[in-house]
């Protein structure tokens, strides 16, 4: 069962996986290890003037590793996984198991050549695109890197040891 799969992971952000509105900065809670960590929140006010509460998204120094990012993304797909297999249409199963395991070797790639915080922003910027595309059914995004994302965040920022 999903509840001895992952103990460690509400079940509202298993839900919110499932319904494809997870937000991406909030992998870090994930991570069962760092998932305790004390919450920020931010206070907005609103057009007609009431203060809303709302949940920081992680930050840099959330991630200040590509295994700080790779394992509870891991997490996460394997969560989305369990979900497209469990409502049995194939077709999506095989588009989220091979897209998932070619992003994180896209990912990591990346990782190997630019710099981390170009890595980061490019991550959450194609992790976000990709919500709105999977709430539609299409999970075919994952295989591929976004160019118009790679030349916004990565192109400029090779390592520099990479040229």
């Known amino acids: 069962s999903l509840d001895r799969s992952f103990p460690h992971v509400d079940p509202a952000l298993r839900l919110a996986i499932a319904k494809h509105e997870f937000r991406p900065g909030h992998l870090y809670k994930l991570d069962a290890i760092i998932k305790e960590k004390p919450t920020v929140k931010s206070f907005k006010i609103s057009d007609d003037g009431a203060f809303t509460q709302q949940e920081r998204?992680?930050?840099?120094?959330?991630?200040?590793s590509f295994r700080a990012l790779f394992d509870p993304l891991v997490i996460y797909f394997e969560i989305l996984q369990y979900f497209i297999i469990s409502s049995g249409n194939v077709p999506a199963s095989l588009q989220v198991n091979i897209g998932c395991a070619e992003y994180l070797r896209i990912l990591y790639q990346v990782y190997s050549r630019y710099e981390w915080s170009a890595v980061l922003q490019y991550h959450f910027m194609f992790h976000s695109r990709h919500l709105a595309k999977m709430r539609d059914g299409?999970?075919?995004?994952?295989?591929?890197?976004d160019p118009e994302l790679a030349s916004l965040y990565l192109y400029g920022?090779?390592?520099?040891?990479?040229?």
């Open 138 to 145: 299409d999970y075919s995004g994952w295989r591929t890197m």
């Open 57 to 64: 998204d992680g930050s840099p120094k959330d991630y200040t």
């Open 157 to 163: 920022s090779p390592k520099p040891n990479s040229s």
